[in-house]
């Protein structure tokens, strides 16, 4: 079993790292490398249980006062992956961002893949494992824990509801799946002008979105406080829920800069006009929940 708590200062320098300006809570292959040499650690794996605590302090538990953990590793670049539990008050359960499923979005948000998730304890609740087994990598990925487990995923969910058996293709952070998306349309809804800087990124994370079932891609805008930009997708399930909404996913890169969610300025939804599904509602919701101050606008996509 290995023990966090007897290496307080290698905790102090993961946090130190993982919190730096600009650095989202990730840390570099290069970086977790050096840290295994000089503190005679075993591999980057032992580093990821290591740094659990670190993932854990980021949770926003406000409702349960339970943090729970998760350090993932990439598969195509090394890198480690911080991140906790957010539960938002006023707001409805079904909000919550369960802590693995906030480190694979932050996978994907980045255009890539889990090879490694660290966990303090290797089974994570049902949804979760339904979360997980929405990626395209889904087969590969490795879970380990604090008490020595190492497992796949198809230990942990051996008959699982997978998007190839409604014949979908796995999700994939880095494809485009919505090329079509050429523009947005704020007119209609006497918003103005949607800043460029705005209109590029919803275009990028709503391309990249994952909406195969409802076939209303879906995506969030977030400006912080310290005028930060951060957009995200939806990601939808083959279950429909847990489908992530665009929302959430954006949250969590807020989380993941250390933003002060109650201090974002301003968010833009932008969803598909007369679609089968619509995200504005629970958009309006959770954001006014969240950061009550925000302005909230709502466009659509120009074409689909």
């Known amino acids: 079993m290995i023990e966090a708590a007897a290496r307080p ?48 302090a980021m949770a926003r538990c406000e409702i349960s006062g339970f943090r729970v953990a998760a350090v993932g590793i990439e598969a195509e670049t090394g890198a480690f992956l911080l991140g906790g539990n957010l539960e938002f ?51 590969g990925l490795r879970l380990v824990d604090l008490a020595g487990s190492d497992l796949t995923l198809a230990d942990l969910y051996p008959w699982p509801f997978r998007p190839s058996a409604l014949g979908i293709a796995g999700d994939a952070g880095g494809r485009t799946n919505w090329p079509n998306l050429e523009g947005l349309d704020a007119r209609h809804r006497g918003d103005g002008d949607i800043p460029p800087d705005v209109a590029a990124g919803l275009l990028d ?24 930009l951060l957009a995200a997708g939806c990601v939808e399930s083959v279950s429909f829920n847990p489908t992530t909404t665009a929302l959430q996913a954006a949250l969590v890169e807020a989380v993941a800069t250390r933003a002060d969610l109650a ?9 598909t006009a007369g679609g089968p599904v619509d995200p504005e509602p629970a958009f ?10 925000a302005s909230a606008r709502v466009v659509h996509w120009r074409s689909h």
């Open 205 to 228: 994370a709503g391309r990249r979105a994952h909406a195969p079932y409802s076939g209303a891609p879906s995506a969030v805008a977030l400006r912080t406080a310290a005028g930060r």
């Open 263 to 271: 201090a974002i300025t301003d968010a833009w939804l932008a969803s």
């Open 284 to 293: 309006r919701a959770l954001l006014a929940a969240v950061a009550p101050g």
């Open 9 to 56: 200062a290698l905790l102090r320098e993961i946090e130190a790292i993982a919190a730096r300006p600009g650095g989202d809570s990730t840390i570099s292959r290069s970086v977790a490398e050096e840290l295994v040499a000089r503190h005679g650690l075993g591999s980057t794996v032992q580093l990821a249980l290591l740094a659990l605590p670190v993932a854990g």
């Open 89 to 139: 008050p006023g707001t409805d359960l079904g909000t919550t961002v369960h802590a693995e499923g906030f480190v694979a979005l932050r996978a994907r948000a980045r255009g890539n893949t889990l090879a490694t998730l660290a966990v303090r304890e290797a089974h994570p609740c049902a949804h979760c494992r339904q979360t997980l087994s929405e990626s395209a990598s889904a087969d």
